[in-house]
């Protein structure tokens, strides 16, 4: 097997901010290629700055255990993780992006979309949000006319989060989810939140600190919406945490280091009886891809990442009215663009 990587920095249509203030123009990320019996597999791992893996701490890790990552035996994605998994034990950013690219290479061997390898309805569509990044009120109002959408998911964490939310609505009736990634208080949020149960809002998602867990539980006991772990659900032992404290959890295939690890976390939020998101990381169409193969699983969908970059890696999702399809080629069904090739 062959290893090869390439690295980017993406640009936004528009900035994006989130709560606390952080705004990036550009998107990092790392793409690794497999070859392996003629077929070739592609991975993503976008850089996220609050998780210090940058792309740079990627390409030094894999550089300096190449010869091992391209020794292995490769028969079948599960495998392949555990080695990665025991070979990077601190970078699982990385190993996202091989394991991703290990299953684009089976369902290539395999002649079918990842999709139909795993058990679930094939023929599910579960509607993607579009997100609208913290800005002043009137430009949040104008990024979303300009993205008629049946879901809207909106970043919150600011003195005027109530405004923000009576002022979006007055423009549409399409469901709001709100991501408050930490930015508030416990019974900052309860207020809020008790606002926004009557402004069309789904479901409230990471309202405090990551590890506000007794905060969590009062909030979960008196909320009148569901809330949803994402920076308090990183990786698989945090699955048993969130239950009690969150209604579901949001998955990041980056965070949690691929595909494998996620499909487990799914079997196991389901045996908690939690609901089941999969979130984006500003992932081109390569990462959103695999995110994609997943909306028979679960029960909500964050795969927008194509939809906010300027640029794209790759062709093979079909975005259409809030649905993402899939090309239903073999593996990922991506197809990398001629004008990014190195």
Same mark, same amino acid.
């Given at each position: 097997?062959?290893? =090869?990587?390439?690295? =980017?920095?993406?640009?936004?249509?528009?900035?994006?901010?989130?709560?606390?203030?952080?705004?990036?123009?550009?998107?990092?990320?790392? #793409?690794?290629?497999?070859?392996?019996?003629?077929?070739?597999?592609?991975?993503?791992?976008?850089? #996220?700055?609050?998780?210090? #893996?940058?792309?740079?701490?990627?390409?030094?890790?894999?550089?300096?255990?190449?010869?091992?990552?391209?020794?292995?035996?490769?028969?079948?994605?599960?495998? =392949?993780?555990?080695?990665?998994?025991?070979?990077?034990?601190? &970078?699982?950013?990385?190993?996202? @992006?091989?394991?991703?690219?290990?299953?684009? !290479?089976? /369902?290539?061997?395999?002649? %079918?979309?990842?999709?139909?390898?795993?058990?679930?309805?094939?023929?599910?569509?579960?509607?993607?949000?579009?997100?609208?990044?913290?800005?002043?009120?009137?430009?949040?109002?104008?990024?979303?006319?300009?993205?008629?959408?049946?879901?809207?998911?909106?970043?919150?964490?600011?003195?005027?989060?109530?405004?923000?939310?009576?002022?979006?609505?007055?423009?549409?009736?399409?469901?709001?989810?709100?991501?408050?990634? @930490?930015?508030?208080?416990?019974?900052?949020?309860?207020?809020?939140?008790?606002?926004?149960?009557? !402004?069309?809002?789904?479901? #409230?998602?990471?309202?405090? @600190?990551? $590890? *506000?867990?007794?905060?969590?539980?009062?909030? =979960? @006991? &008196? +909320?009148?919406?569901?809330?949803?772990? $994402?920076?308090?659900?990183?990786?698989?032992? *945090?699955?048993?945490?969130?239950? /009690?404290?969150?209604? /579901?959890?949001?998955?990041?295939?980056?965070?949690?280091?691929?595909?494998?690890?996620?499909?487990?976390?799914?079997?196991?939020?389901?045996?908690?009886?939690?609901?089941?998101?999969?979130? +984006?990381?500003?992932? +081109?169409?390569?990462? +959103?891809?695999?995110?994609?193969?997943?909306?028979?699983?679960? *029960?909500?969908? $964050?795969? *927008?990442?194509?939809?906010?970059? %300027?640029?794209?890696?790759?062709?093979?999702?079909?975005?259409?009215?809030?649905?993402?399809a899939t090309s239903g080629d073999p593996g990922l069904g991506i197809r990398f663009t001629d004008l990014y090739q190195k």
């Amino acid at each position: 097997m062959k290893v =090869y990587y390439r690295t =980017y920095d993406l640009a936004f249509r528009y900035p994006f901010t989130i709560s606390n203030g952080r705004t990036k123009t550009h998107q990092p990320t790392f #793409i690794v290629q497999l070859e392996h019996l003629g077929r070739v597999g592609f991975g993503e791992a976008p850089a #996220i700055t609050y998780y210090n #893996i940058p792309v740079e701490k990627m390409v030094e890790d894999l550089e300096r255990k190449k010869q091992f990552t391209e020794k292995f035996a490769f028969t079948e994605p599960e495998r =392949y993780w555990h080695y990665l998994h025991h070979l990077f034990p601190t &970078n699982p950013f990385l190993v996202c @992006a091989l394991d991703i690219a290990g299953w684009d !290479l089976y /369902g290539k061997f395999k002649g %079918k979309p990842l999709c139909q390898l795993w058990e679930g309805n094939t023929g599910k569509q579960t509607v993607t949000d579009y997100t609208i990044g913290i800005d002043t009120i009137e430009k949040m109002v104008e990024k979303m006319i300009e993205k008629p959408w049946p879901v809207y998911k909106i970043k919150l964490g600011t003195d005027n989060d109530v405004a923000i939310i009576e002022s979006l609505r007055r423009h549409t009736n399409s469901v709001f989810r709100i991501d408050a990634n @930490a930015g508030w208080k416990k019974e900052e949020a309860l207020e809020k939140i008790q606002a926004f149960k009557d !402004l069309g809002v789904e479901y #409230i998602e990471q309202p405090l @600190a990551k $590890d *506000d867990w007794e905060g969590m539980k009062w909030l =979960y @006991a &008196n +909320s009148p919406l569901p809330l949803y772990a $994402d920076e308090s659900c990183v990786a698989e032992h *945090d699955v048993d945490k969130c239950s /009690g404290h969150f209604h /579901g959890i949001n998955i990041k295939l980056t965070k949690c280091s691929g595909l494998t690890p996620a499909l487990r976390m799914i079997r196991r939020a389901r045996e908690l009886n939690m609901g089941v998101m999969v979130g +984006s990381m500003n992932e +081109s169409t390569i990462g +959103s891809a695999a995110i994609a193969h997943l909306q028979s699983q679960i *029960d909500f969908l $964050d795969a *927008d990442g194509p939809l906010l970059l %300027k640029e794209d890696l790759a062709t093979g999702l079909h975005y259409e009215n809030g649905n993402v399809a899939t090309s239903g080629d073999p593996g990922l069904g991506i197809r990398f663009t001629d004008l990014y090739q190195k």
